[in-house]
């Protein structure tokens, strides 16, 4: 008989019945909430006359509209945004009726939802975990079934238990191999979208394995795993094992005899040898450089030091939308990226605003100073905990005495839903995970890249041509 994937293991775990049309029903584990996404969804129960199926199952925290510059005594009221500030009072209302356990705004475990279900020891391997954001793909790293779902499935999930989906087919990347000096996940996840383009994983579960996963931490596996959306996938994740389980140990709350018996059931949640992949990829890491964003899809991504493509070794269709991506930019055919003059620097957002995040960046920083060509460089915690750990090292000292602003948790300048937007034709260096026109505000240019390359970029106010 041939092996499992560990998608098809986790898949059999929680299917509950399949469909004549191809879908099927599972069971979900792990619900997320945010204020962005639940507002229809509990409207929809009301008018249904409808509660949530497990109460317990269900974790709520404001995270994409709220302002970042706030102290303890911020409340909603002090939000300016009208929609904004509506969704996160519906949240805390809704969460108050239907008894669903919420870390409000001011709460010190408040924070994006993908940095805190870890941390807290909420997400455990061999979970099935969805939350109306695409990124909850970032929990596949523990070897959970992990994934965005619309505001619809998040009412049926909350009145159900339960999801109607179609199984994906089965996609292995194999990273090999050891780092350069200054190359991080984000560089390597970069790399693989440039690779294999935004659409490359449509219609798989991407699991990543190699060396390389196997010698990186958790923080960076959640980082691959955040951008597997980006490649096109709806599902990535990476086998159990010691490092898994080790982080999972640190986080839980759960008695150690309960913890122990899980624990055996973890390490079952791998790949069989003998697993067949419906696609399969291998990568030297050895050969990745830091890599940018040019353009305005992920997929347009260079090496640090690369010019930008010429359109003219493309067909009329492809030159079209780089052509259109360099008007949008103000770039043009081979021109360099250290050329480039940056205006902002954003670190944050679910792909790399966690400890490890901030360490690299301020190992960077210290000792340094932001540009006096930057308008603003900001980071983001993406948790109350990060915060809270950033400072009990002093990293926040760093940032601060270099030139950064030093802000509470938030999705922040990921994307345009709150204050921390860029104005008409400002650039950004992001650590974020979208590059989209008007992502991170109307008109704004974004560049992709890691926190260390962020941080060099805020020194030097422009990319650097050596690393």
Known sequence: MMGYTIYDKLWSEHLIRPYD???SLIYIDRHFLHEVTSPQAFEGLKKKSLKPWRINANIATPDHNIPTIRDNEFNIDNIEDDISKLQVVELDKNCDDFGIKLFEINSSNQGIVHVIGPELGLTLPGMSVVCGDSHTSTHGAFGCLAMGIGTSEVEHVLATQSLKVRKLKNMRI??????KDGVSSK???LYLIRKIGTAGGTGYAVEFAGSYIRDISMEARMT???????????VGLVSVDATTIDYVKKHSSLPKNLLDRATEKWRTLQ????????????IDVSEINPQVTWGTSPEMVIDFNEKVPSSSFFDDEKRKSLDLAKSYMGLSDNQELSDLDFDRVFIGSCTNS???DLREAAEVLKGKKVSKSIQEAIVVP???????QAEKEGIHKIFIEAGFEWRAPGCSMCLGMNPDQLSPYERCASTSNRNFEGRQGNLGRTHL???KMAALTAINGRIVKEI
Do not use: H, L
């Open 224 to 234: 691959i795993c955040n951008m597997s959306i980006e490649a096109g996938a709806k």
């Open 382 to 388: 993406g948790s109350g905990m990060v915060k809270e």
């Open 21 to 23: 049309d191809g879908d």
């Open 449 to 451: 890249m890691s926190p």
């Open 354 to 356: 966690r400890i490890e």
């Open 187 to 189: 560089d390597i996840v």
């Open 174 to 179: 194999n990273f090999e191999g050891k780092i």
């Open 271 to 282: 790949t069989d040898k003998d697993a067949k992949f419906d696609k399969e990829i291998n």
